[in-house]
Structure formats: C-alpha cells, structure tokens
C-alpha cells in the first residue's frame, strides 16, 4: 500500500462523497459545500501527481483551481441569496417552477 | 534522528514559554503604561502574603495577572442555551490556537551548534547545526496570513453560537473588518516581498544583516518605511486593538461576540488577543526591524560599515541574538499599547472605508512604486 | 522504538490526515445542520492541507488554507450566518434521490477504486520526480503558463463585475 496509492484513492473518495452530497441533500448551501468537496479532491489528486513526478504542472494548475473556486463561490453565494428572498426557504424543492 | 527531535521539542517549548509570558506580562505592561501615561499609579492591589508573617509583597502590581488567571480558573463556566453546543465550545479554541501555530515560522535567533555551544556533548550531537527556528519553510510569509484566516473563522463562530443578537452583530462586525485588514496586510508585505526576493523568514532577517546607502543598517522600515506603518496599523485592525475595537466595544456591545462566555473560555479570547500583541510585534521586527540581529550583526558577531569587524564566540550570538528579539517585540508591543491609550475609537463604516477606501489603494501605490523602482535598478536592489 | 517511530512519521502522519479528512467529509452528508456541516469541511480542507504540507508542497498547503479555509469558507459561514436558517424539526435532510445516489456512488467508487489500486503499476513506471519549491513554482507560473495566469486575471475581472450586477439588481428589485 503505496503513500501514491492512499493519497488517490482518498482523491476518489472525495470527489464521490462530494457528488453524493450534491444530489442527495437538499440545503442549497450544503449543496454549494459539496461542490467544494468536489473540486479539493480534484486538487488533491493533482497534487499527488505533481509529487510523483516532479514536475510544477499539477501545482500550478491547483492554484488556478483555487482561483476559479474562489470566483465560484463569490457568484454562487449571491444567487442563493436572491433566490432566498423570493422564497423564503433554503430548500430546494420550493424551485420548481421551471418544471414541465 | 533523536537529536533533531530533542532540539526541536525545546525549541517548542521556548516558543511556548515565550508567548504565555508575554501574554501575561503584556496584562501589567498595558496597566502600568496606561497608568504612567495618564499620570497616576495603576492597579497595586492584589498582594501575596508571605505565609506564617505579616510581609505583603505587591511587587508594583505584578499579581494581578496571576489574580486575572486565578478568576477565570475558578470562576463558574456557566453553559448558556446556545444555538450549537458544539460550536459554541470549539469557538475559542479556534481563535487561540492559530495564534500561537504563526510562531513556528519566525525566527528567533540565528544558527545553533550545539557541538561548539557544549563541548562535552560534541560526540553525540557531531557537527548538526539547527536555525533557531522550528518550522524553516520556504513559504513562512503565506504560512502566516493563513493561520491569521483561521482566527476569523472562530470569532465568527463565537459570535452566532451564542444565542444573542448583541454578540452575533459582533460577530459579524469582527469578520468584516478582521477579512478587510488582513487583505490589506497582505498587500502591504508585497513590496518587501519584491526587495528581497523570497517569503522566507529566515531568509529575510539574514538579508537585512547588511547595509545600505553604505551606514544604514539594510532593515526592512528603511527600504519601505510607508509599508512598514501601513503593516503595523493594519496588524492591528486585524488584532481587534483600539482604535479598531468596535466587535467589543462596551459602550455599544457589552462585550461583542464573547458576551455569553465566561471564566476559561473568555480567559482565551483575551489571552489569544493579548498573545497576538506579541506576535505582531514578533512579525513587524522581522519584516521590518531587522529581526535577531543588532544593527551591522550577523552570525559571527559584528561587520561595522568602515570594514571594522568584531568577532563574538558562538555562544555570545546566540545569546544576543535570543534577548535582542524579545526586547524588540517589547518595545513594539509597548508602541501598540501606547496608540491603544491615545486614540479614540472609529466608528464601524469608518473603520471598513478606512480599509477599503484609504489603505487599499495605499497599498497598491505602494507595491506599483517599489516595483518599478526595482525594476530600474535592474531587479536587484538588496 | 523511537528512532523507527521517527522514520516513519511521515507516512504515519499521512494515513491519519487521510483518515480524518474522509471522516470530515463523510461527517458533511450525515449532520443535519448548515453550521456544522461547514465545520466538518473546514476540518476537511485543513487536514487535506496537512496532506499537502507532508508531501513537500508547503507553499500549496499555506494556499489551501488561506484561500479555502479563509477565504472561501468564511464567506459560506457568513451567509450561513446572516440567512440564519437552521433545518427545522420537519424538514427532511435528503431528497428524493438518496437509494438510487448512494448505489451510484457505490458502484462509481468500486470502478474507479479498483482502477487505481490494481492499476497502479502502470504508473509507477513515471521517475520520481525531485521535491519543487516555491522558486521553481514561481518561475514556471510565470513564464511557461503566463497566459493562464492571464485569462484568471480576466475571469476574476468577471467575477467582481457579476458581484456589482447583483447587487444593483438586488437594490433595483427591493428599492
């Protein structure tokens, strides 16, 4: 059981309790948190292989993710914000109204 | 392998040491400048009775600090119907422990030998030799602003959990301003970063061991003397200190957003902040006052500016090199307590437009001038 | 003892981060409340921060933590702060799509677990590679990769014009 082998499969462990947040639970922010989750597996995975084999790529790369979240989040959180002052619930469910 | 883990564990133990003493210390320092400032005596209550006589030793109010951390041992940790339990008492963990986590970074001294230092152990110990530091990274300065980010995440906690509306306006008074400053701090660094080429801390105070204009000493505050007050001013927005108290204020928040806690748990809010004193004062004298060393001092004693040297044995510098950086984090925590009993409080809009509207682009000025003065000296000022 | 323990405290230190950051993140599907749930994440990200410091990478680690934990998550826990909408006694925690979700996930983490642990030879073919530092990283940032650094500085210009927007739209909308 390899130092590489562990840090990846946590990777995959992440990523996948991060998918299974987004869909399973219906608080949007925690929805929000789980897509965090998602993209630090994705960084952790990278970071793996930056170190396996030496090279600067992964790193940099993590750092442009990082960015990217940051912009992410400061985009997603307003919308929830407004979409909360119509509804006057967190839930996800109450938006339905672009439903067939 | 058991000598590294040796050194290191007492270099962790003396950083340790160092901070809970200068948090308390800090305690009667504030008092009795606050009271020679306003020309009066200050607190000289609290006494020790030698025991089997009548001799009181009051010690210019030295226990007071002791009585102040007796209090909050024994005094009732009463549990308030919180929003979260849990939170609740994570909170002042939160904001303490950072604080003493920024320490691992700065150095506090130059090289040890220990070989040369104690002769008798030279066998065991070979010819290691361990910088007086006790996590020598070469990102030090990131390391520091993101243990700063953590505190803010445990006032914010604090401030909702309890269940009060008066605590969770702290709360969010103490995140807005502690996320503006910080962002501020950070800007202000960058120039220094530019002249020295690298975040290293060790790094940094060893390049500020020479000279520049031929008999300055190379400091950090005469590169960037604009950065250095703009850091320091900003340092101590982040520190929630007057004049940029407003989450505690007491005229409009009783306590701000540690109202509801009591005994221990407020005894680290206050310990954390007065801690943080201290490591502003650490981190403004090695970015800025030229860390451990004395001024034209390096590492085998003194290279004065007309070429005259004085050599100094190993165990002298290091020596030095310890008191120097404590007596300088004092007088810079003196200074912090001194504008803390001169200067009245902003207001809270006044405060975020300071940050936002003043130092800010202050700041950018500031790294836009040092970068292209080193770019006109071909990249290579130091 | 002591001098084995040493040797590798590294990897020992390693499986417990790993350890704690999965238990972190599984903590973020079961707790029924906003607050904690970012709790569990911030845990989460510090630990992954500690993987990152283990592996050499400190500058990434001390990014890690300083943008995602406080940056990032200081935003969630002020908006979690001010909506201040605790999950009352009714409201369920998950969606309709928790059976069908968490045998998905199941079979996606056995694909790709299986991929990873018996596929690994294939990839340790790669030379180990020397530890990089914050010099190396700076360096190749800003001369090999110079234009993604630059179309970040764009999509960062976009993220501030889209906050303003809102909030023009949200004062339009409310007076």
Same mark, same amino acid.
């Given at each position: 059981?390899?130092?590489?082998?562990?840090?990846?499969?946590?990777?995959?462990?992440?990523?996948?309790?991060?998918?299974?947040?987004?869909?399973?639970?219906?608080?949007?922010?925690?929805?929000?948190?789980?897509?965090?989750?998602?993209?630090?597996?994705?960084?952790?995975?990278?970071?793996?292989?930056?170190?396996?084999?030496?090279?600067?790529?992964?790193?940099?790369?993590?750092?442009?993710?990082?960015?990217?979240?940051?912009?992410?989040?400061?985009?997603?959180?307003?919308?929830?914000?407004?979409?909360?002052?119509?509804?006057?619930?967190?839930?996800?469910?109450?938006?339905?109204?672009?439903?067939? | 392998?058991?000598?590294?883990?040796?050194?290191?564990?007492?270099?962790?133990?003396?950083?340790?040491?160092?901070?809970?003493?200068?948090?308390?210390?800090?305690?009667?320092?504030?008092?009795?400048?606050?009271?020679?400032?306003?020309?009066?005596?200050?607190?000289?209550?609290?006494?020790?009775?030698?025991?089997?006589?009548?001799?009181?030793?009051?010690?210019?109010?030295?226990?007071?600090?002791?009585?102040?951390?007796?209090?909050?041992?024994?005094?009732?940790?009463?549990?308030?119907?919180?929003?979260?339990?849990?939170?609740?008492?994570?909170?002042?963990?939160?904001?303490?422990?950072?604080?003493?986590?920024?320490?691992?970074?700065?150095?506090?001294?130059?090289?040890?030998?220990?070989?040369? $230092?104690?002769?008798?152990?030279?066998?065991?110990?070979?010819?290691?030799?361990?910088?007086?530091?006790?996590?020598?990274?070469?990102?030090?300065?990131?390391?520091?602003?993101?243990?700063?980010?953590?505190?803010?995440?445990?006032?914010? $906690?604090?401030?909702?959990?309890?269940?009060?509306?008066?605590?969770?306006?702290?709360?969010?008074?103490?995140?807005?301003?502690?996320?503006?400053?910080?962002?501020?701090?950070?800007?202000?660094? $960058?120039?220094?970063?530019?002249?020295?080429?690298?975040?290293?801390?060790?790094?940094?105070?060893?390049?500020?061991?020479?000279?520049?204009?031929?008999?300055?000493?190379?400091?950090?505050?005469?590169?960037?003397?604009?950065?250095?007050?703009?850091?320091?001013?900003?340092?101590?927005?982040?520190?929630?200190?007057?004049?940029?108290?407003?989450?505690?204020?007491?005229?409009?928040?009783?306590?701000?957003?540690?109202?509801?806690?009591?005994?221990?748990?407020?005894?680290?809010?206050?310990?954390?902040?007065?801690?943080?004193?201290?490591?502003?004062?650490?981190?403004?004298?090695?970015?800025?006052?030229?860390?451990?060393?004395?001024?034209?001092?390096?590492?085998?004693?003194?290279?004065?500016?007309?070429?005259?040297?004085?050599?100094?044995?190993?165990?002298?510098?290091?020596?030095?090199?310890?008191?120097?950086?404590?007596?300088?984090?004092?007088?810079?925590?003196?200074?912090?307590?001194?504008?803390?009993?001169?200067?009245?409080?902003?207001?809270?809009?006044?405060?975020?437009?300071?940050?936002?509207?003043?130092?800010?682009?202050?700041?950018?000025?500031?790294?836009?001038?040092?970068?292209?003065?080193?770019?006109?000296?071909?990249?290579?000022?130091? | 003892?002591?001098?084995?323990?040493?040797?590798?405290?590294?990897?020992?230190?390693?499986?417990?981060?790993?350890?704690?950051?999965?238990?972190?993140?599984?903590?973020?599907?079961?707790?029924?409340?906003?607050?904690?749930?970012?709790?569990?994440?911030?845990?989460?990200?510090?630990?992954?921060?500690?993987?990152?410091?283990?592996?050499?990478?400190?500058?990434?680690?001390?990014?890690?933590?300083?943008?995602?934990?406080?940056?990032?998550?200081?935003?969630?826990?002020?908006?979690?702060?001010?909506?201040?909408?605790?999950?009352?006694?009714?409201?369920?925690?998950?969606?309709?799509?928790?059976?069908?979700?968490?045998?998905?996930?199941?079979?996606?983490?056995?694909?790709?677990?299986?991929?990873?642990?018996?596929?690994?030879?294939?990839?340790?073919?790669?030379?180990?590679?020397?530890?990089?530092?914050?010099?190396?990283?700076?360096?190749?940032?800003?001369?090999?990769?110079?234009?993604?650094?630059?179309?970040?500085?764009?999509?960062?210009?976009?993220?501030?014009?889209?906050?303003?927007?809102?909030?023009?739209?949200?004062?339009?909308?409310?007076?």
């Amino acid at each position: 059981m390899d130092k590489i082998q562990v840090l990846l499969a946590l990777s995959v462990a992440l990523f996948a309790v991060g998918l299974l947040g987004v869909v399973i639970r219906r608080n949007m922010l925690v929805m929000l948190m789980c897509m965090e989750l998602m993209l630090n597996g994705v960084n952790l995975s990278l970071v793996t292989f930056s170190h396996q084999l030496g090279s600067t790529v992964g790193a940099v790369l993590v750092f442009l993710i990082f960015v990217v979240a940051t912009a992410e989040i400061a985009i997603a959180i307003p919308i929830v914000l407004m979409l909360v002052r119509q509804k006057h619930t967190l839930d996800l469910n109450a938006f339905t109204s672009l439903k067939g | 392998m058991i000598q590294d883990l040796l050194v290191y564990a007492l270099y962790i133990a003396y950083a340790i040491g160092v901070l809970m003493t200068f948090g308390t210390v800090l305690t009667w320092v504030e008092r009795k400048q606050a009271a020679v400032m306003a020309d009066r005596i200050g607190a000289n209550r609290a006494y020790v009775r030698l025991p089997f006589t009548q001799v009181k030793l009051v010690w210019w109010g030295l226990f007071h600090g002791l009585a102040d951390g007796l209090k909050m041992l024994v005094k009732e940790d009463f549990k308030p119907r919180t929003y979260d339990w849990y939170a609740y008492a994570v909170a002042p963990w939160v904001v303490f422990t950072p604080v003493l986590l920024v320490f691992a970074v700065v150095p506090f001294g130059g090289i040890l030998d220990p070989g040369r $230092l104690f002769p008798s152990l030279a066998g065991w110990f070979g010819d290691r030799t361990y910088p007086l530091q006790i996590a020598r990274l070469d990102a030090g300065l990131l390391i520091v602003f993101a243990f700063s980010g953590i505190t803010i995440i445990g006032a914010m $906690l604090a401030g909702w959990s309890s269940a009060n509306k008066f605590s969770m306006l702290g709360g969010l008074r103490a995140g807005s301003q502690m996320i503006s400053y910080e962002l501020v701090m950070g800007l202000t660094v $960058l120039g220094l970063v530019l002249i020295y080429g690298t975040v290293d801390l060790g790094v940094m105070v060893q390049k500020q061991s020479g000279t520049v204009l031929g008999f300055l000493p190379a400091w950090g505050v005469f590169y960037q003397p604009f950065a250095a007050t703009l850091f320091l001013t900003a340092a101590i927005a982040e520190n929630k200190r007057i004049p940029f108290d407003l989450p505690e204020a007491e005229s409009e928040l009783i306590a701000g957003y540690y109202t509801e806690y009591s005994a221990m748990k407020m005894g680290l809010f206050m310990f954390a902040e007065f801690i943080e004193i201290a490591i502003i004062g650490a981190l403004f004298t090695t970015l800025f006052l030229g860390g451990y060393n004395l001024p034209y001092m390096n590492d085998s004693g003194f290279a004065f500016p007309g070429g005259h040297t004085v050599a100094m044995s190993h165990g002298w510098v290091v020596v030095t090199q310890l008191v120097v950086f404590l007596v300088k984090i004092l007088l810079v925590c003196s200074f912090q307590i001194l504008i803390r009993w001169s200067l009245p409080r902003f207001r809270y809009d006044q405060v975020l437009s300071f940050a936002w509207k003043f130092m800010l682009p202050l700041a950018l000025a500031n790294l836009v001038a040092t970068a292209v003065l080193v770019w006109s000296h071909q990249g290579s000022v130091t | 003892m002591i001098e084995s323990l040493l040797q590798h405290l590294d990897t020992l230190l390693l499986y417990v981060f790993a350890a704690c950051a999965l238990v972190g993140a599984v903590l973020m599907l079961v707790l029924r409340q906003p607050m904690r749930v970012a709790m569990a994440l911030i845990s989460t990200m510090v630990f992954l921060g500690g993987i990152y410091g283990l592996l050499g990478v400190h500058f990434i680690a001390a990014f890690q933590v300083l943008i995602y934990v406080g940056a990032v998550m200081v935003f969630m826990v002020y908006v979690i702060m001010l909506l201040e909408i605790r999950e009352s006694a009714g409201m369920a925690r998950y969606s309709a799509l928790v059976v069908p979700g968490v045998v998905a996930t199941a079979l996606f983490v056995g694909a790709l677990g299986y991929g990873v642990w018996h596929g690994y030879p294939a990839l340790i073919r790669a030379a180990a590679g020397t530890r990089f530092g914050i010099h190396q990283f700076s360096i190749s940032f800003l001369t090999e990769y110079w234009l993604h650094f630059e179309l970040t500085s764009v999509l960062l210009v976009a993220a501030v014009v889209a906050a303003l927007a809102v909030i023009k739209v949200s004062r339009r909308a409310h007076g």
